[in-house]
């Protein structure tokens, strides 16, 4: 699937492209953004957790070595996956997509 259908103007991403795209390639990095118990409660299988107010150019490295990686970021409404997504392209990461909340997610989560 080719990035340009996805990747929306404001770097968005609907869940059912972000479904299509985790399933098609597993080098995409999904990240949940949100606190460690909202995590445990259900989290989107395969996400790795750093929450948006720990992100920094080091916690960043760890959880994304390749600036140039696929990242899809997410938290439970929106808000922290926006602060999210632009910290990170500030940091670097070209290939940021934001999916916004897992509440919009009709998909199944792991818990």
């Known amino acids: 699937m080719s ?3 996805i990747q929306a103007e404001d770097g968005k991403i609907a869940p059912d492209k972000a479904k299509q795209l985790l399933a098609s390639d597993s080098k995409i990095v999904l990240l949940d953004v949100r606190t460690q118990a909202e995590y ?4 989107i299988a395969r996400a790795i957790l750093l929450p948006y107010d720990e992100i920094t150019a080091t916690t960043a490295a760890k959880a994304i070595p ?3 990686a696929t990242v899809i970021v997410y938290c439970r409404s929106g808000r922290r ?3 999210a997504a632009a ?3 500030k940091l670097g990461y070209s290939r940021v997509f934001d999916l916004g909340g897992i ?4 998909y199944e989560v792991v818990k």
């Open 87 to 89: 910290e990170l392209k």
């Open 103 to 106: 509440n919009d997610w009709p």
């Open 3 to 5: 990035m340009a259908l």
């Open 81 to 83: 996956s926006a602060i």
């Open 66 to 68: 390749a600036k140039d």
């Open 40 to 43: 445990v409660s259900g989290h």
